[in-house]
């Protein structure tokens, strides 16, 4: 295996030179035309407001982000109306760099970046936190619907410093216009999308509107999909349905000198858990949240601030989780429950002119405060928790000319968790005619973070990126205080009142190129943690209390612990034109990541994703386009302690489509999308080496999906 090993990192690290080598002379001479991709996540320095919908690449070219010091991945509009996802996880999965927890595949897949998860992973909506319990379960869906996000940004490294510690792995954003920010140029936009997928009978529809007249600007968008229990090779992935429904409006004031605005979202979903004993007592989640968002930008005439930015969010969210009990009646087993609201406001700076350069800046404040708390069958997991924090940070930018731009960033913290601390005896098993001790607790912690990032134009379009960054995490409320059985999950979690915080001190380097026929996003990365959080497996079993543990045999035990940590890694996109074909392009691309995450005795950090190499072959001409594609993923033998190998697969993807561009006046329509895409055509055995249920479900078979989307 370490021969394999060598030669997928060999093979992902040769790609841009191999693409390079490939490019004929006249290839090389051509450049192909294409918008500046713009992303608003990565920093609060603003060059020029928006002033309608971020524009795009052309379908099926490589969206690479070349002006932002840290990498972003973008997924696009026009990506998410052909791959039609149902959740986060399922749109960023076969991205570099980025995979899915795929506990209940089509309904609860959290992106997982760099090999971190759930609470190092911050999930937002227009620049405000999903606000719901996805990282306290990995049965725990995200509320966010992907079809109606204009497109999703993913930010790594040094620059999610900005949204706060639980983001200490990145930053997954989905945009839309929920809070309007522009008025169509002909008063109304907007676009329809429906599906139909074939390995789950899949049904879905979704519609989003834009209109505007004057000053006032509305916005309205709804969807709902639907999908029985998915077929894998061999049989039926059981328990593994899924729903959704859900929708916004919203209205904004927008004025000369900027905007302000609110927006109502509801979502609500019904889903099953499948494998295991999820599976044989039917268990289902069905997540419900209303949210409230409001954004605002004022840009003065004079003076020292050139613009004033805000976010404001809140939102109420519950979940029942159903399923059979002991006795075999099938009821409520367990309920969540969270109510959060979070702020922000930013100013930046006119820019400064100085000798050596121009200076700009932005200086922003964030607030925010979270109940949580469970009842049912998992009151005993948490007790109500009451966690708060308040930031300060600051990203400078420094214009030194022949293309270098210097960025320093900064921020701190304070946090408070408060909740119900328990005492376990040190080998976590019951003593007898004695119950753990249980006291309220609270902890503050001030992290503190720093970052350093150097940008550099290079010949022939190449920009280069070098960043250096130390982040602290302060531990959540459930790393803190958890105490009982997640039966979903099929675990009984432990927390840590002493916890400390967690740091890590990160360098990573970049080489992008966006324009011409050779499109490049490549970067690698070292990050060394100490007090690395992570759920230690002790090899106890337990039944629904904790006096069962060592004699139960349904709950996986696990506890929250520290230790140091190293994590390694690299991830590398390429696509290259080759041969003209009509107004467009034929050519290849590759892809290649991988991530090796160990503790400092040299086991393995558990749930890690694989080595990853693919690549494949694309057409895109007058309006065709094209793909066939195979991702492979190599066996994932490093593994955790009691965690098992999951075997290497082939995942084998082929499209094609044809976009018509037709007449408003006529049709009602701009343009009208129509094709099929194919996912594991090879019908291969695909278990995800980064899931809790890997051992137990199978991710979907062969699936043929037909799909059209209308804009108008």
Same mark, same amino acid.
């Given at each position: 295996?370490?021969?394999?090993?060598?030669?997928?990192?060999?093979?992902?690290?040769?790609?841009?030179?191999?693409?390079?080598?490939?490019?004929?002379?006249?290839?090389?001479?051509?450049?192909?035309?294409?918008?500046?991709?713009?992303?608003?996540?990565?920093?609060?320095?603003?060059?020029?407001?928006?002033?309608?919908?971020?524009?795009?690449?052309?379908?099926?070219?490589?969206?690479?982000?070349?002006?932002?010091?840290?990498?972003?991945?973008?997924?696009?509009?026009?990506?998410?109306?052909?791959?039609?996802?149902?959740?986060?996880?399922?749109?960023?999965?076969?991205?570099?760099?980025?995979?899915?927890?795929?506990?209940?595949?089509? =309904?609860?897949?959290?992106?997982?970046?760099?090999?971190?998860?759930?609470?190092?992973?911050?999930?937002?909506?227009?620049?405000?936190?999903?606000?719901?319990?996805?990282?306290?379960?990995?049965?725990?869906?995200?509320?966010?619907?992907?079809?109606?996000?204009?497109?999703?940004?993913?930010?790594?490294?040094?620059?999610?410093?900005?949204?706060?510690?639980?983001?200490?792995?990145?930053?997954?954003?989905?945009?839309?216009?929920?809070?309007?920010?522009?008025?169509?140029?002909?008063?109304?936009?907007?676009?329809?999308?429906?599906?139909?997928? *074939?390995?789950?009978?899949?049904?879905?529809?979704?519609?989003?509107?834009?209109?505007?007249?004057?000053?006032?600007?509305?916005?309205?968008?709804?969807?709902?999909?639907?999908?029985?229990?998915?077929?894998?090779?061999?049989?039926?992935?059981?328990?593994?349905?899924?729903?959704?429904?859900?929708?916004?409006?919203?209205?904004?004031?927008?004025?000369?000198?900027?905007?302000?605005?609110?927006?109502?979202?509801?979502?609500?979903? /019904?889903?099953?858990?499948?494998?295991?004993?999820?599976?044989? *007592?039917?268990?289902?989640?069905?997540?419900?949240?209303?949210?409230?968002?409001?954004?605002?930008?004022?840009?003065? /005439?004079?003076?020292?601030?050139?613009?004033?930015?805000?976010?404001?969010?809140?939102?109420?969210?519950?979940?029942?989780?159903?399923?059979?009990?002991?006795?075999?009646?099938?009821?409520?087993?367990?309920?969540?429950?969270?109510?959060?609201?979070?702020?922000?406001?930013?100013?930046?700076?006119?820019?400064? =002119?100085?000798?050596?350069?121009?200076?700009?800046?932005?200086?922003?404040?964030?607030?925010?405060?979270?109940?949580?708390?469970?009842?049912?069958? =998992?009151?005993?997991? /948490?007790?109500?928790?009451? *966690?708060?924090?308040?930031?300060?940070?600051?990203?400078?930018?420094?214009?030194?000319?022949?293309?270098?731009?210097?960025?320093?960033?900064?921020?701190?913290?304070?946090?408070?968790?408060?909740?119900?601390?328990?005492?376990?005896?040190?080998?976590?098993?019951?003593?007898?005619?004695?119950?753990?001790?249980? $006291?309220?607790?609270?902890?503050?912690?001030?992290?503190?973070?720093?970052?350093?990032?150097?940008?550099?134009?290079?010949?022939?379009?190449?920009?280069?990126?070098?960043?250096?960054?130390?982040?602290?995490?302060?531990?959540?409320?459930?790393?803190?205080?958890?105490?009982?059985?997640?039966?979903?999950?099929?675990?009984?979690?432990?927390?840590?009142?002493?916890?400390?915080?967690?740091?890590?001190?990160?360098?990573?380097?970049?080489?992008?190129?966006?324009?011409?026929?050779?499109?490049?996003?490549?970067?690698?990365?070292?990050?060394?943690?100490?007090?690395?959080?992570?759920?230690?497996?002790?090899?106890?079993?337990?039944?629904?209390?904790?006096?069962?543990?060592?004699?139960?045999?349904?709950?996986?035990?696990?506890?929250?612990?520290?230790?140091?940590?190293?994590?390694?890694?690299?991830?590398?996109?390429?696509?290259?034109?080759?041969?003209?074909?009509?107004?467009?392009?034929?050519?290849?691309?590759?892809?290649?990541?991988?991530?090796?995450?160990?503790?400092?005795?040299?086991? $393995?950090?558990?749930?890690?994703?694989?080595?990853?190499?693919?690549?494949?072959?694309?057409?895109?001409?007058?309006?065709?386009? =094209?793909?066939?594609?195979?991702?492979?993923?190599?066996?994932?033998?490093?593994?955790?302690?009691?965690?098992?190998?999951?075997?290497?697969?082939?995942?084998?993807?082929?499209?094609?489509?044809?976009?018509?561009?037709?007449?408003?006046?006529?049709?009602?329509?701009?343009?009208?999308?129509?094709?099929?895409?194919?996912?594991?055509? /090879?019908?291969?055995?695909?278990?995800?080496?980064?899931?809790?249920?890997?051992?137990?479900?199978?991710?979907?078979?062969?699936?043929?999906?037909?799909?059209?989307?209308?804009?108008?």
């Amino acid at each position: 295996m370490r021969v394999l090993r060598r030669k997928g990192i060999w093979a992902g690290a040769a790609l841009a030179g191999i693409g390079f080598a490939a490019m004929p002379a006249k290839a090389q001479r051509a450049e192909a035309t294409l918008e500046e991709l713009s992303v608003t996540s990565p920093s609060p320095i603003v060059t020029r407001p928006g002033s309608g919908p971020a524009a795009g690449p052309p379908v099926g070219v490589l969206p690479v982000v070349t002006n932002t010091f840290s990498p972003v991945t973008v997924v696009t509009a026009e990506q998410i109306a052909r791959d039609q996802p149902r959740t986060l996880g399922d749109a960023l999965s076969d991205r570099p760099g980025i995979s899915a927890s795929t506990y209940a595949p089509g =309904a609860a897949s959290r992106p997982i970046i760099r090999g971190l998860d759930n609470n190092r992973v911050r999930i937002q909506e227009n620049g405000v936190g999903i606000q719901d319990v996805s990282e306290l379960g990995e049965d725990h869906g995200v509320p966010i619907n992907p079809l109606v996000a204009n497109r999703i940004e993913v930010i790594r490294g040094p620059a999610s410093l900005r949204f706060g510690s639980q983001a200490i792995g990145g930053v997954v954003s989905a945009e839309n216009n929920r809070v309007p920010t522009y008025i169509p140029a002909n008063g109304v936009s907007g676009s329809a999308t429906t599906g139909f997928s *074939s390995v789950d009978n899949g049904r879905l529809g979704a519609v989003t509107v834009d209109g505007g007249s004057g000053n006032v600007a509305v916005h309205a968008d709804g969807f709902r999909t639907a999908a029985d229990s998915y077929a894998i090779p061999g049989g039926i992935q059981r328990n593994s349905a899924n729903e959704s429904q859900g929708g916004a409006v919203g209205m904004s004031f927008i004025g000369d000198r900027g905007f302000v605005g609110l927006s109502y979202s509801h979502y609500d979903a /019904l889903y099953q858990i499948p494998g295991g004993e999820a599976a044989e *007592s039917r268990t289902r989640l069905d997540p419900r949240q209303d949210r409230l968002l409001a954004r605002g930008e004022y840009r003065p /005439l004079d003076g020292p601030i050139a613009a004033v930015r805000f976010w404001l969010g809140g939102s109420i969210y519950r979940h029942d989780e159903t399923g059979l009990g002991e006795d075999g009646v099938d009821g409520i087993r367990a309920t969540f429950k969270n109510r959060e609201a979070e702020g922000r406001i930013e100013f930046q700076h006119v820019p400064v =002119a100085l000798p050596f350069g121009t200076l700009t800046g932005a200086l922003g404040v964030q607030a925010g405060r979270r109940t949580l708390g469970t009842a049912g069958e =998992a009151g005993g997991l /948490l007790a109500p928790t009451d *966690s708060r924090s308040n930031a300060v940070y600051l990203f400078e930018e420094l214009a030194l000319g022949g293309g270098l731009r210097l960025q320093a960033a900064g921020r701190i913290e304070g946090d408070r968790s408060t909740g119900t601390a328990t005492a376990f005896p040190g080998d976590y098993l019951p003593v007898e005619g004695e119950e753990p001790l249980a $006291f309220g607790r609270r902890r503050k912690f001030a992290p503190k973070s720093v970052s350093f990032g150097a940008l550099q134009d290079l010949p022939y379009s190449f920009v280069a990126s070098l960043n250096g960054s130390f982040v602290e995490r302060a531990p959540t409320a459930f790393e803190l205080y958890s105490r009982g059985a997640h039966d979903a999950t099929e675990t009984f979690e432990i927390g840590d009142a002493n916890l400390k915080k967690e740091r890590a001190r990160t360098v990573e380097a970049s080489i992008r190129r966006a324009e011409g026929p050779l499109r490049l996003d490549a970067t690698g990365y070292y990050t060394r943690y100490t007090g690395f959080i992570y759920k230690r497996d002790t090899g106890i079993r337990c039944g629904d209390d904790f006096a069962s543990c060592g004699s139960g045999d349904e709950l996986q035990q696990i506890v929250y612990s520290q230790r140091n940590a190293t994590f390694y890694g690299a991830e590398i996109g390429a696509q290259l034109d080759l041969i003209p074909v009509g107004n467009g392009f034929a050519g290849l691309d590759a892809q290649y990541d991988f991530v090796r995450a160990q503790f400092d005795d040299g086991t $393995f950090v558990p749930r890690i994703p694989p080595h990853r190499l693919g690549g494949g072959a694309f057409v895109r001409a007058d309006g065709w386009y =094209a793909r066939v594609n195979l991702l492979y993923a190599f066996a994932h033998t490093e593994t955790a302690p009691i965690e098992t190998v999951t075997p290497g697969f082939d995942d084998l993807r082929a499209e094609v489509s044809y976009t018509k561009p037709l007449d408003p006046g006529v049709y009602g329509m701009s343009e009208v999308t129509l094709g099929l895409q194919g996912r594991n055509l /090879l019908d291969d055995r695909i278990r995800n080496s980064a899931s809790f249920k890997k051992d137990e479900i199978l991710l979907p078979g062969r699936n043929v999906r037909l799909f059209l989307t209308a804009r108008f």
